[in-house]
Each structure stands twice: as structure tokens, then as C-alpha cells.
């Protein structure tokens, strides 16, 4: 008979064929029915035995294994770790934003130093200024007229000083006299009184030399008539709107007018004249001559020395006393005619040209026709050498003794 079998958990007598334990349900499998003990039941009833009662009472202390056991493959999850209590980051120290930005304004300090540096570098030496007399109403000596001021001035000038005037609107009469100084009468005319006050007239002198200047001024015209030493170094003339006379000095004459005519005469030196809406005319000028229009005339007598005469509207005409020898002369029109009066036949090569005009030359300078045809050519006057140049797009051209 082979030994009884107990449940391996609580010890309960375990009897073949029983899967689970009666007293704490754990499983029997892993005895099979062959090795499960045999045992003899109790007699039965009918033998008139009374069959003995099961073991049931509970154990004498509780079972808390499972009943189940778990497959191999599962795995008890890992014991987990306190998690540790929260710390807050450091914080950053004020001291580098403050670093950090005064290195910027620092390096801001030095570009911009460089680039003043180098602009001042660059700027040419400043020119100290120009102690200015101003001539302006109420000086002593100022008269007035009606709508008319009235103001005489005098400055020292010397043979090789330089004279400039700035005008805006109102004649300009230039005259040579014996004495070393310049008159200067002004003359402004409109507005009021108090307006005629309020307009400064400058006077500007520098190293002996003289600059008068007429800010804008609505309203009123300033008039300039001056007297100047007979010989100046330069004399320069501007004016917006105005009649330019020159006469009876000699020097380097420069005069830019852009509403009004030009007149030089008796000038000893050279002479560069520019309008845009004006005539001009030049007579007994003692040196090279550079005269130019856009919408108004040039009338050139008696010069001596190189002419470059041009005009855009308007026509030229020059009258020469004497040909100077090895001197060119250049005159060109755009649209007007164009007269030359020589007093004999020059020794000079001419090349004429017209588009839209004929051609006139005098027969006693010897010209072989077939070398000048009805729109120009060239040929030799005399024996020929200095250049002398006649054009015009639209007008006619005539050379006459």
C-alpha cells in the first residue's frame, strides 16, 4: 500500500483523483492519478457503517500564496526607487548680463570714434572765417527816394587783388578809374522802407581782395554801380536777372548772367562771357575772348586774340580791325546767320559749313569756287595758317571785306 500524499501548502491529505486541495484549494497537478496514494474509503452505508466526516475546518492560520502560480514568463515588477525631492536651479548672476553690455557700449564707443576720426581726417582744413562788413539802410551816407535806398560805400584795392559780385536781381555797371580803392553805390529799389532796412548787403574782404554779395530778397532790386582800380588781378560777375556792363579795366573777366544782356568794352585781358537769355556784345578787347548764348546774339568788333564764339538761337556777327596772326577763330550757330567783316584777305585756313542755308563770301579773297560749293568745303585764304572755322545748321553764312 503505498504512503498517503499531503498538500505541500497546508499539509491537508491529498486522495487520488483530487485536482485542488479541500483545505486551501491549491492545485494538485503536478501528481498525476498513478501516483496519487490509493486509499480505502470507509465502509459504505449499506454495510451499516456511517462513512467519517471530511476535514474541512480551516487552518489554524491563513494561506496567503496564490493560488495560481504565475507563468514563467512574468516578471514582478522592479522595486521602484524613491524619487527625490525637487530642487530648484541655480540662478545665474546679474553680473554677466551687466559684463555683457557694457562690453557692447564699449565697442560702440570705439566704431563710432573711428568713423568721427576718419571723417575728420578726410575733411580738407577748415578756412577761418572772413571778417564781413555789411552794407545794409541806415549806415551814414544812405539816402532815400521815394521807393529808392541809396548807399556809398569805399574799400581799398590794390592792382592784384581780385573783385567778385553776387547779384541776384538789378543792374551791374562795372567802370575803371585811377584810384586804388573801389566805390561801391547801391542802389535798392521797392518794398518799403523797413523792408529796404531788413536787406543786408554784404561786403566780404580777404587778403586785400573784395566780394560783394545780394541774399534773395522778394520784392526789392539791388543795383551795384562801382568804380574799380583800371587794373585787377580778376573780376568776376554773376547775377540771376540783370543788364552787365563792363568797361575800361583790364584783368581776367569772367560774367555769368542767366536773365539779361552782357555788354564789354575796352577791356585789356581775357574775357569768358555766358548768358542763357540775353545778348551779348564785346567791343575793343585786347585779349582771347570765349563767348557763349543759348537764346540771344553775339555781336563781337575789334577783338584781338582767339575767338570761340556760339549760339544756340540767335545770330553771330563779328567785325574784326586787324586779324592778329596764328590765332584761331570759331564760330558756330545752331540756328541764326552768321557775318564776318575782315578788314583785308588773313593768311588762315577756312573750313565753312551751313545744312539749311547758303553760302556768301566776297570774291576778292581769292577763294576757288569749286573748293566752297552751296553748303560749304574748305580753301586758303592768303597763304593760309591759322584755323578758321564758320559753321551753322540753319542759317546763312557771309565773309565780306
Avoid at 521602484?80 to 557700449?105: D, E, F, H, K, N
Avoid at 532796412?197 to 534773395?216: E, M, S, V
Avoid at 558756330?332 to 565753312?352: C, Y
Wanted: glycine share 12%.
Amino acid at each position: 500500500m503505498s504512503m498517503p500524499i499531503h498538500c505541500e501548502n497546508c499539509g491537508a491529505e491529498i486522495f487520488g483523483g483530487q485536482r485542488f486541495c479541500r483545505s486551501c484549494g491549491r492545485p494538485t497537478s503536478q501528481y498525476s492519478e498513478e501516483d496519487a496514494p490509493t486509499q480505502a474509503m470507509p465502509p459504505s452505508a449499506a454495510a451499516g457503517a456511517q462513512r467519517s466526516p471530511v476535514d474541512t475546518a480551516p487552518p489554524a492560520r491563513p494561506f496567503t500564496n496564490p493560488v495560481y502560480t504565475p507563468p514563467g514568463y512574468y516578471q514582478p515588477p522592479a522595486a521602484r526607487l524613491p524619487v527625490p525631492a525637487y530642487t530648484p536651479p541655480p540662478t545665474r548672476s546679474g553680473w554677466g548680463w551687466i559684463v555683457g553690455i557694457i562690453g557692447v557700449v564699449m565697442l560702440s564707443l570705439i566704431m563710432m570714434g573711428i568713423f568721427i576720426f576718419t571723417r575728420i581726417r578726410s575733411r580738407p582744413p577748415r578756412i577761418p572765417a572772413v571778417p564781413a562788413v555789411r552794407v545794409e539802410t541806415g549806415e551814414p551816407g544812405a539816402i532815400e527816394a521815394g521807393n529808392e535806398t541809396t548807399t556809398p560805400r569805399s574799400f581799398p584795392l590794390s592792382a592784384t587783388a581780385k573783385f567778385s559780385l553776387q547779384n541776384t536781381s538789378g543792374n551791374i555797371t562795372i567802370e575803371g578809374w585811377d584810384k586804388p580803392e573801389a566805390e561801391v553805390v547801391t542802389v535798392k529799389r521797392g518794398g518799403s522802407a523797413q523792408d529796404r532796412r531788413n536787406l543786408k548787403l554784404i561786403a566780404l574782404t580777404d587778403g586785400g581782395n573784395l566780394t560783394l554779395q545780394t541774399p534773395p530778397a522778394r520784392g526789392i532790386d539791388v543795383e551795384y554801380i562801382v568804380r574799380l582800380p583800371k587794373k585787377l588781378a580778376e573780376i568776376s560777375l554773376e547775377s540771376t536777372s540783370a543788364q552787365i556792363e563792363v568797361a575800361g579795366v583790364s584783368g581776367k573777366i569772367t560774367v555769368r548772367n542767366t536773365n539779361g544782356g552782357v555788354s564789354l568794352s575796352k577791356i585789356k585781358g581775357s574775357v569768358s562771357v555766358k548768358t542763357t537769355n540775353g545778348a551779348a556784345e564785346l567791343s575793343d578787347i585786347g585779349g582771347d575772348v570765349s563767348v557763349s548764348s543759348t537764346n540771344g546774339a553775339l555781336d563781337l568788333t575789334d577783338i584781338d586774340g582767339t575767338i570761340d564764339a556760339s549760339s544756340i538761337n540767335g545770330g553771330i556777327s563779328v567785325s574784326f580791325g586787324s586779324v592778329v596772326p596764328n590765332k584761331p577763330l570759331k564760330l558756330e550757330s545752331t540756328r541764326g546767320d552768321i557775318e564776318v567783316t575782315l578788314p583785308s584777305t588773313p593768311d588762315a585756313d577756312l573750313k565753312i559749313e551751313t545744312v539749311t542755308g547758303s553760302i556768301d563770301i566776297d570774291g576778292d579773297f581769292g577763294l576757288d569756287s569749286r573748293s566752297i560749293g552751296s553748303r560749304g568745303g574748305s580753301g586758303r585764304l592768303g597763304k593760309g595758317g591759322q584755323p578758321l572755322s564758320i559753321k551753322t545748321v540753319t542759317g546763312t553764312i557771309t565773309i565780306a571785306k
